[in-house]
């Protein structure tokens, strides 16, 4: 590339990079700040949970729907339709009323908020594409996904602050962001064509409506059990809408998501080795924050710092994996990024067990597994990524990009519902006999795990608060105990979803990095393709 394209582009890199940044940080900074709002709007704990869940089921409900509508349409026109709604909708969640009202207009806000951001997300990695030769994409996209995903961090920190002022201003501060991003992009972005072709409507209610299902099932599995008639009526239900979608694409001349993509083996495994290392990457985020509060007493902003420590492992291997992976292929990466992060899960949860010294330190014996479960996701998610489009049939960018991260939010509830599963059965048996032991009862141990994500660490819980002082003393002590043995079942079960990866990547076919699609859909086994290359 010319300089000047090279400086259009890494412009046009950094637009999209704010635009989505703001989609990331808002998985974490309203969770963090729902206490403060729920009490100022006068929400019921469930209206507030609501307003938190909801976001996610509409972003994962709606990434096909906005993959297909990025190609048709044309990625950039869809992506500054996506950050002014973001915006608009961020400047609505931030003007919730108080009264009887407030709770239907947060969660009808923050829905809409979740969707605006599928529509940006596939169309932002359809300009990347676009933008970027095939041998320097890796590179970008490696950028795109490690500055987007490090703000998931930025979020705790950036919510502490900003709701000591007023928690409307965790909401009020994406409408400059999406000012920025929108003129950016306007400027600097290539346009897109616009393709003479119909959106199946009929196929996106369908999975709409079947992974909204699934992952309201998997959401609420943790609370209502898994036995619940209504996790397990979500799940069916969503399972057999998925299997009608499938149905009714197959049968339709212009689908929704092209299934011959699913033809590919490659796409197949980096898919679904996308699905597992989300398992891992995404739920570690709720679990760090949960441990870093219970059982090191740290504040949610100083709780950042773990996340922090992640992130530095993240970036530096999702260089070198991307170069990587423009040298040699998935392959290798898959299987090298899946045995790192492996290790670093599986060393993370036995060093959590043990509560170190000076837990707020910068360095201490956490640091280092930390550090190394982040490289090892770091390492591969982004080439993961980049193979996926790099198979896109035609230039269904937006497609496969949507089909990707359908898969991270699936793999996101997936992890969190098994591995809180694990955590919460675990935590239930430490708990059990030493509160036995000081006079409490089961029922005081399952309202402390009910109410442990937002338990505040340095008080005893406030079930517990009638019995004496020392005594809630001491059911603090177990309390931080009890939880740093039952989280290193969930990094266990990262560790476990990493090594997948691994074993993926060993059936990843070799001596191939991406296949050569025509236009309608067959492979071209010529060699011509540039990205052929010993993997």
């Keep these: 590339m010319s300089r000047s394209t090279v400086k259009a582009s890494s412009l046009t890199l950094a637009g999209l990079i704010v635009a989505v940044s703001m989609t990331t940080i808002d998985q974490t900074i309203v969770a963090l700040s729902a206490p403060t709002i729920q009490a100022d709007l006068g929400l019921t704990h469930n209206a507030m949970q609501w307003a ?22 044309g990625h950039k026109r869809m992506v500054q339709i996506g950050i002014a709604g973001f915006g608009i909708t961020s400047l609505l969640c931030g003007l919730a009323p108080t009264g009887e009202y407030a709770g239907a207009w947060l969660i009808t806000a923050r829905a809409l908020q979740g969707m605006a951001g599928a529509i940006m997300f596939p169309a932002a990695i359809g300009i990347v594409v676009s933008t970027f030769p095939r041998e320097g994409r890796a590179k970008a996209m490696a950028s795109f996904f490690a500055i987007t995903g490090a703000m998931t961090a930025i979020g705790p920190i950036a919510g502490g602050y900003l709701t000591q002022w007023t928690w409307r201003s965790v909401f009020f501060v994406n409408v400059p962001l999406a000012i920025a991003a929108s003129v950016i992009v306007a400027i600097s972005a290539p346009r897109s064509a616009r393709r003479d072709e119909r959106i199946d409507l009929l196929g996106a209610l369908a999975i709409a409506a ?7 099932g998997l959401q609420q599995a943790g609370s209502w059990g898994w036995s619940s008639p209504y996790v397990v009526g979500a799940l069916v239900a969503g399972l057999a809408l998925a299997a009608l979608f499938v149905l009714i694409e197959s049968k339709t001349t212009e689908p929704l998501v092209k299934l011959a993509v699913f033809r590919d083996r490659g796409f197949v495994i980096v898919t679904l080795a996308t699905l597992f290392a989300s398992m891992a ?3 570690t985020f709720f679990f760090l924050s949960v441990y870093g509060q219970v059982s090191l007493g740290l504040t949610a902003i100083n709780t950042g710092l773990l996340f922090a420590k992640f992130f530095v492992g993240f970036v530096i291997a999702a260089q070198i ?14 299987i090298l990024g899946g045995l790192i992060g492996a290790d670093g899960f599986g060393w993370l949860g036995v060093s959590v067990t043990e509560i170190p010294s000076d837990p707020g330190a910068l360095i201490n014996p956490q640091t280092w597994p930390i550090m190394l479960a982040g490289a090892g996701v770091g390492f591969m998610i982004s080439a993961a990524s980049t193979d996926g489009v790099n198979r896109a049939i035609g230039a269904s960018y937006g497609e496969v990009t949507a089909i990707s991260q359908t898969m991270r939010n699936f793999g996101s509830a ?4 098994v591995f809180g599963t694990l955590v919460t059965n675990a935590l239930i048996r430490n708990l059990t006999a030493s509160f036995a032991s000081l006079g409490a009862t089961s029922a005081d141990v399952r309202e402390v795990v009910t109410r442990m994500s937002g338990a505040h660490t340095g008080q005893p819980p406030t079930e517990l608060a009638h019995y004496p002082a020392a005594v809630q003393e001491q059911f603090l002590h177990t309390v931080q105990l009890g939880y ?6 969930a990094f266990a079960g ?3 979803a990493m090594l997948i990866v691994a074993v993926l990547g060993l059936l990843y076919p070799k001596g191939v990095v991406s296949a050569n699609f025509d236009e309608a859909g067959d492979a071209v086994a010529d060699g ?4 052929t290359v010993a993997a």
Excluded: K, M
């Design 52 to 73: 938190v869940n909801v976001y996610l089921i509409a972003t994962a409900a709606t990434f096909l729907l906005g993959g297909r509508l990025a190609d048709v349409f």
């Design 210 to 216: 079947g992974i909204g299902a699934v992952v309201f």
């Design 281 to 283: 990457f995404l739920s």
């Design 321 to 334: 994996g991307s170069r990587r992976f423009d040298q040699v292929g998935a392959r290798s990466v898959l």
């Design 414 to 417: 997936l992890g969190l519902a």
């Design 484 to 489: 740093a043995h039952a989280v290193a079942w």
């Design 494 to 496: 990262a560790a476990v």
């Design 528 to 531: 011509s393709d540039p990205a």
